[in-house]
């Protein structure tokens, strides 16, 4: 579809809702994990982050009436995609957001397409969401594997870090962050010496760790996610691995899992995220009001993301005057974003929103003030740099 | 550090250790299972989520009580065997005169009930467990930095388990025990009481799973789904070895527990489907298994 | 087997003896019929179509477990297999529903062969811990090889074009391709259960060591009907995967086996209509739950607590005990 047609259709929608602006009702659906492994990062936290969009754009006064309904997809594709059928089909949701788990946000991205309806993953890891199976429908917030490796990878190689062993989930998910990360380590002039690849889930690293150990790497990537990270981490720190002068270096890791494991087990580890609660004035003010929420807990960068996602697309009914997806989808890419969590942004015609990133190190125990006190910010990944060139991700919609 | 050739005979060392490690927690594991299969004919299929109490009980010790890792060791058994008592004397005691499918689907349903109540209450992010202080830092032995808390975890499941043997082996206890198992009927006869008997014995076997998630609450993050997978393999374990012996549950324990640790080295993608693979060709040459009593 | 249970009976089953069909059975079925034709257009027909996949699921179950006195738990392997292969099948080789959904089924039918052989060489707990063992083995298999795509399963799955002809991306007419598979599924078992064979596997399953006096090849039979429950639950998944245009690792992990179990258990083991309403019952809480998180597993596990404990016949079990007839 074309810019200009993409512009017509949303003016002729204008035109023939035209007084029902004052009317417009939409539906939110927040569908993540409320009892397993991502709970933390996602769950109850971004039904907050929701309505605190919705509060501070006051859409009841702006004359949109915003009701937002919550499930838990279990970290299922079939269990999501079962939801958000049901959701469109039946309840009348005009917009999914968050969906971590890569498998279940492919799933919500392929029936919100069928349904022509708007979803804003904040999530998932998975670049191939605005890569080969991105969407026109998708958008696709706050991080992706894609940033996360070149935000770890090319910072620890630039820091002199060249040797890399890999510690690998094998399943897809796994694959595709040791791949991005490898060529991000290859092309910033690092070597990856090797890499072991162990059963998902796992519970005994150690061995792993051993051969980790005994390649000479300098740094060990951890191309898994959840608790097999935490796992990792932990048995890394009970065989003296770091202490040995090997990095560990997370390539799917959040606040949440570094608050789980405690100080004392992750320091020095160092990880890549768009958000951290505690980055200047306006973030800490506003986690403040979240945490006051969400009984003490700092925000993730998950939650700052639908946060700013939910802000965007109301901005954008506003705008268009409506809630037909496509227009809408065509006003969130073309207005620039702005918020306080993540600066100005952009959303691009792949469906990828544009923002820094930060390099993060886990602080030593000594260092850290008190609860939540968890990074020491090493630098800033620009926008443009932060994520993958729109040319090389593949999206057939860039035709 | 060495170049890596192949497998240099330092590593192969290490990864040896590593399979008597997990090896133990399969052997507590399947020897629990034997014991209660033994007497009551049951395939406790809460197991696993036994031993997932286990660790909880220990992180809630410390948590909650402040009570430390050596009364965890000894206390959480106790409680968690205690609840046993009272779920055989509740629920599975209705179910003997039933065919012994009936215990494993109730079994099953108490794993789920278990796991799900723990995993409401405290989500499976995984919560911290610290090694006593006693255990931490590690040894060189040369070959390999051996964590000091793994080399305990060795020796105590072996003295366990061996003690476990003994006492049902070598002792009168252990030949009464034995002897109900045979013939409940007529050991009743002697004047022995055999339901207290049994709701002892599933008491103990549940005890045992306890024992090992206190284990393994420092090494693996202490999560709801920590026994929910293992079991499975425990249950391969359990088919390998036959159910005909105590020793034959100690040893396939141990044995399969360092196959593994092997396949780790040599070919990582298969290290979770060896000892599925080892089961089929045991069903094939030997059906019993390899401790069993023939058919 | 060391353990001689003779005096206990494995699975209680309200007794049916008549080899012809009872008029009772060709009214339910018919009313049955009806009011599946009906539903649709008062209920959400995804929501249908999912119990029609688990009650034709768990039907083959109950074909092993209530007819042959076998409890797999590891059916789960059979089903996701063939759920795999028909997506696999559908969406990369672009084949038409009806053969995708033949090809999974076959893919069943071959491995429950493959599982069937080895597992029958154990009887009564060991069986229901060798099949739980195999089926955790496909579950890695499936994890770990690419065609399956991991943790993302496969995706998008086109409904496509039944013989090339009728479009199945409307709800409705998928719907009544559903039901004609499912119903035609249960047609089958019925037949299979009242047929001579049927009448030799309740002897086998009633007392093995009888039936094997008699001359009859007991590990043959057992073969057999394991294939056939296996191929029947890998016709169930094949569907549920162009119902659901998505095989993923739900459908080969073992909570699926024990769904499948319980959905049997609750429904009654040995009726022909059990399984339907166990389905029916279970797929309902599942859907009515699925906002509460972890309480639907603590429900499921009640429910099997219960259900051991206090109502062994199940919901039609019960039934049939009032009516005294078979159901």
New interface residues.
Partial sequence: MTFTRRLLLSAALIFATGPAFAETAVKIGVLNDRSGIYTDLSGEGSVIAARMAVEDFGAAAKGIKVEIISADHQNKPDIASSIARKWYDQDGVDLIVDVPTSSAAFAVSDITREKKKVFINSGAGSADLTGAKCSPNTIHWTYDTWALAKGTGGAMVAAGNKKWFFITADYAFGHSLEKDTAAVVKAAGGEVVGSVRHPFPGTDFSSYLLQAQSSGAQVIGLANAGGDTVNTIKQAAEFGITQAGQSLAGLLIFITDIHALGLKTAQGLVLTESFYWDLNDETRAWSARFAAQHGGKEPTMVHAGVYSGVLHYLKSVEATGGKDSAAVIASMKSMPTSDPLFGKGSVREDGRKIHDMYLFKVKAPAASKGPWDYYEKLATIPAAEAFRPIADGGCPLLK | MFELLGIPPQALFGQLLLGLINGSFYALLSLGLAVIFGLLNIINFAHGAQYMMGAFLAWMLMTYFGIGYWWALLLVPIAVGASGVVIERLMISRLYHLDHLYGLLLTFGLALIIQGLFRNQYGVSGLPYTIPAELSGGTNLGFMFLPNYRGWVVLASLVVCLGTWFTIEKTKLGAYLRAATENPTLVGAFGINVPRMITLTYGFGVGLAALAGVLAAPIYSVNPNMGADLIIVVFAVVVIGGMGSILGAIVTGFGLGIIEGLTRVFYPEGSAVVIFVIMALVLLVKPAGLFGRTV | ???A?TE?????LPADLRISTPRHHVVIFAGLLGLLLVAPFVL?P??LM?VLCFALFASALNLLLGYGGL?S?GHAAFFGSASYVAAHAAKVWGLTPELAILLGTGAGAVLGLGIGA??I??????F???T???A??VF??A??V?FT?????I??VPRGKLFGLVDLSNDLTLYFVVLLIVFGGLLLIYRIVHSPFGQVLKAIRDNEPRSVSLGYKVNRYKLAVFVMSATLAGLAGATKAIV???A????VY?TMS?EV?LMT?IGGMGTIFGPLVGAAVIVTMQNYF?????????L??????VT??LF?EGIIGVIARWTKKAL
């Fill in positions: 087997m060391t353990v249970n206990t009976h494995p699975v209680t959400y995804v929501f999912k409890l738990f080895l597992a060489r154990r009887q009564g707990i060991y229901a811990m060798v739980l063992a195999f955790q083995m890695f298999f994890l770990q690419p795509g991991g943790e993302d399963g995706q998008a659901f245009q998505l993923s690792l739900t459908d073992w024990g179990v258990l699925a906002g509460f998180g972890a309480w639907v597993t603590i499921q596990g009640i429910v099997f607590v051991v404990l062994r």
